[in-house]
């Protein structure tokens, strides 16, 4: 749609297809994840109403009130708006379009909009107080856009060249000075011009967030790589050499294959993901609690993240541990929220009982010291194992000892 090319198009495709930041992503369930394609939609939507398609506008506002009721974060894609409309001056929509797109937006981004008014705005609030509001975020300004800086990078090198991440500024500068030398260019068309400062403005997009602030998670990347991949398929198909063109595709994907077969299922690769968040280590100490228990019943507590929401072991136990094993241990935690008491919820028990304290380093280690002195209180700590991320006490409760003692 941006360049009328087919060869662009096919190379954008390819370099989507084996990205290994793409493929790292889509194991990766959590309310960001489908933001690679949410971003995308809305940038998609930005250029059909430049172009002047009827359908440009609703869809930008089907591709924002997505990405911000996935992620808050994304409310910086509003001043981008802006910004489209300075640089670009589309022509003035009709009033029917500007109903429908509102209200496509407004439908999208419902329950976001009714719990921020619900809650005073808190989520809007967190975000302008951004450097105050996330411990990891309050560094210096300099500081923040040399992380940024090297976040961005980083995202450029896995949609290209992953096994080699030391090289990622390289790589990125190289493409930023192709990108100036085409667009200062008498040779190189207005349209095809045009189309270039629409990509780096979807690429680049995510500087908004340093006024804001940013920390190590950089949740706002996420929607960045298929700009990624259209700048580098339009800079690969200005090479005159055909064969050239299919030697660096083939190299782009050698490169993504290798990165996967050394890293698939380690969780998105800007985020550092953490073995406790994997699915195997999940489900890992489910069948460990069931076999060690040998069929019969047994309770569970837990220390995970978030704090004081059982939702994840609920679940699992629910969908895997229940259809596998036949029934369900007896929960000895907090009182949960209504959808998360599946689990029955006891006081004592005279089962088996298993502690499961997560080692992310998002909980506090008081937090993971009180787990521990919990579980000391129910009884004799018989084993600990480590699975995964996690770290499951097993305990020989006191009650048993007195029974034991008294036959």
Do not use: C
């Not at 930008?60 to 994304?74: D, K």
């Amino acid at each position: 749609l941006i360049y009328k090319n087919t060869l662009i198009a096919v190379l954008s495709a390819l370099i989507v297809s084996i990205s290994y930041e793409y493929i790292q992503f889509s194991g990766w369930i959590s309310s960001t994840a489908p933001t690679l394609l949410s971003v995308p939609i809305y940038f998609l939507g930005l250029w059909a109403y430049y172009r002047e398609k009827k359908w440009g506008l609703p869809i930008a506002a089907l591709g924002l009130g997505m990405s911000i009721q996935l992620e808050i974060f994304f409310v910086y894609l509003i001043p981008v708006f802006l910004i489209f409309l300075l640089i670009f001056k589309p022509k003035r929509p009709s009033i029917k379009t500007i109903l429908i797109s509102n209200f496509i937006l407004f439908a999208f981004a419902s329950t976001f909009i009714l719990t921020e008014i619900k809650l005073n705005f808190a989520g809007i609030k967190s975000l302008v107080h951004f450097s105050h509001t996330f411990d990891d975020s309050q560094i210096s300004y300099i500081d923040r856009v040399v992380l940024y800086k090297d976040k961005f990078f980083l995202s450029i090198a896995n949609n290209l060249f992953p096994t080699y991440p030391k090289y990622a500024a390289i790589l990125g500068s190289a493409i930023a000075i192709l990108s100036a030398v085409f667009l200062f260019n008498p040779k190189i068309n207005k349209k095809e011009k045009e189309g270039l400062v629409f990509l780096l403005m979807f690429v680049l997009s995510p500087l908004l967030m340093l006024l804001f602030g940013f920390h190590k998670q950089p949740w706002f990347l996420i929607g960045i790589p298929a700009g990624i991949a259209l700048i580098s398929a339009f800079l690969l198909s200005k090479i005159r050499s055909k064969v050239l063109i299919i030697f660096l595709v083939l190299g782009i994907a050698y490169g993504n294959i290798k990165a996967l077969q050394k890293n698939h299922g380690i969780g998105p690769p800007l985020f550092k993901a953490e073995s406790s968040s994997l699915l195997s280590s999940q489900l890992a100490v489910v069948d460990y609690t069931y076999k060690e228990s040998n069929g019969e019943p047994f309770a569970i507590n837990s220390v995970t993240y978030p704090l004081y929401h059982n939702a994840l072991w609920e679940y699992h136990y629910r969908w895997y541990g229940n259809n596998k094993f036949k029934y369900t241990p007896e929960w000895l935690g907090g009182e949960q929220l209504p959808m998360y008491k599946y689990l029955t919820r006891v006081n004592k028990t005279n089962n088996q009982i298993y502690m499961i304290i997560d080692n992310t380093n998002r909980i506090p280690k008081g937090q993971k010291d009180n787990g521990r002195t919990w579980a000391l209180e129910q009884g004799n700590i018989e084993s600990e194992k480590q699975i995964g991320g996690f770290i499951v006490l097993k305990i020989e409760q006191y009650i048993k000892n007195q029974n034991d003692n008294t036959n």
